[in-house]
């Protein structure tokens, strides 16, 4: 016979790999012809990758083309913490790149601020 508490821990388990089966993807065009797709589950402990077309961007000379490519870059990858803050139900996803921790909301948390 099933006790309360595990009908509870079946419950969980089973909304978790519910959640875990929306794969979040955003993809962006960038500067200089490159693209950039984020890739990402539904949780929080599912695995991250972010892939650059054609290749990675390790060779641009021009200081500021790599600034313009960076602006854009990171533009792109906010709006996928975004979604990434949506899907996974939190009211924020917290950005560690860069020298700041970057709080990024969803757009739902800012309507109803």
């Known amino acids: 016979?099933?006790?309360?508490?595990?009908i509870i821990v079946d419950a969980i388990l089973a909304a978790e790999?519910?959640?875990q089966l929306k794969a979040i993807v955003h993809a962006a065009d960038l500067p200089l012809g490159?693209?950039?797709?984020?890739?990402?589950?539904?949780?929080?402990?599912?695995k991250w990758s972010i892939e650059?077309?054609?290749?990675?961007?390790?060779?641009?000379?021009s200081p500021r083309m790599r600034r313009?490519?960076?602006?854009?870059?990171?533009?792109a990858r906010k709006v996928f913490l975004e979604q990434v803050a949506e899907?996974?139900?939190?009211?924020?996803?917290?950005?560690l790149d860069?020298?700041?921790?970057?709080i990024v909301k969803p757009s739902w948390s800012r309507a109803a601020a």
């Open 87 to 95: 899907v996974v139900g939190s009211m924020a996803v917290v950005d």
């Open 1 to 6: 016979m099933t006790t309360p508490d595990e």
């Open 34 to 46: 490159y693209r950039a797709i984020f890739r990402g589950g539904g949780t929080l402990d599912s």
């Open 52 to 61: 650059w077309q054609p290749k990675v961007p390790d060779d641009i000379k």
């Open 17 to 19: 790999r519910d959640r």
């Open 98 to 102: 860069g020298s700041e921790p970057t």
């Open 68 to 75: 313009k490519l960076m602006r854009a870059y990171k533009s």
